[in-house]
């Protein structure tokens, strides 16, 4: 079945400073990807929806400057969490594929900001 | 706004013994809801889709049905195993483009030996 590669599993980095995290289909083309976030003992929530070759959308409430997304290739998504503050520390959790199958995720990133 | 959400929000059980976990979402006009288990600080496995047109479907001891008209899905896990421990998300999907899931908070199973 399709899947969807997402590294590193986890990081912690110092306040300040900025994490790319990627996301890649393996074996089929996603024009668009979902990036959520899941704080401890919360649902997932979506953040923002990546799509190839153009400008990410994001949620109300999320970003855009401290969130970039960059969506260059048919495989391929980064979410670059910019000016890490340790109230950003969550699980990242990008997603790809749908409409009458169902939506593949990646493994997931556990991001600590000390 | 769909709103999804899920009871219980905890479950310990023996282990055997039959459960329901229950989903509820405000909206019913879905493209199709989709059944995962998530392991502590791990991603998603997809346990089940079923898509609108759909009453339910099985894979091994899982069975999930869909009642769009009244908004709920139910998972049913038969004869569980300490190995079943984790959290069960429900999600659906609002339709057939390329759409987020929108998911609710999760059941926490805990099978005891």
């Known amino acids: 079945g399709a899947v969807v590669s997402q590294h590193p599993s986890r990081v912690i980095c110092k306040s300040g400073t900025s994490v790319k995290i990627e996301c890649r289909s393996l074996d089929f083309q996603a024009t668009t990807m979902f990036w959520y976030r899941q704080f401890p003992k919360k649902s997932l929530m979506l953040m923002a929806t990546?799509?190839?070759?153009?400008?990410?959308?994001?949620e109300q409430g999320v970003e855009k400057d401290k969130f970039l997304i960059n969506h260059a290739s048919l495989t391929l998504s980064t979410l670059t969490v910019t000016s890490a503050h340790p109230e950003d520390s969550s699980f990242y959790i990008c997603?790809?594929?749908?409409?009458?199958?169902?939506?593949?995720f990646g493994q997931g990133t556990r991001l600590t900001v000390v | 706004k769909q709103e999804v959400t899920q009871i219980p929000a905890a479950l310990s059980v023996p282990e055997g013994e039959n459960l329901v976990l229950n989903c509820s979402f405000t909206?019913?006009?879905?493209?199709?809801l989709q059944w995962f288990r998530q392991d502590p600080g791990k991603g998603l496995t997809s346990l089940l889709l079923i898509q609108s047109s759909q009453r339910e479907q099985t894979s091994g001891r899982l069975n999930a049905s869909l009642d769009k008209s009244s908004g709920r899905s139910t998972l049913y896990i038969a004869a569980s195993q300490p190995g079943d421990s984790a959290t069960y998300l429900c999600?659906?999907?609002?339709?057939?483009?390329?759409?987020?899931?929108?998911f609710g908070k999760g059941t926490r199973l805990s099978v005891i030996a």
């Open positions: 999600a659906v999907r609002s339709n057939s483009g390329n759409t987020p899931l929108v």
């Open positions: 909206d019913s006009a879905i493209y199709n």
């Open positions: 990546s799509n190839e070759g153009s400008k990410a959308t994001y």
């Open positions: 997603s790809a594929g749908g409409g009458p199958g169902s939506a593949f």
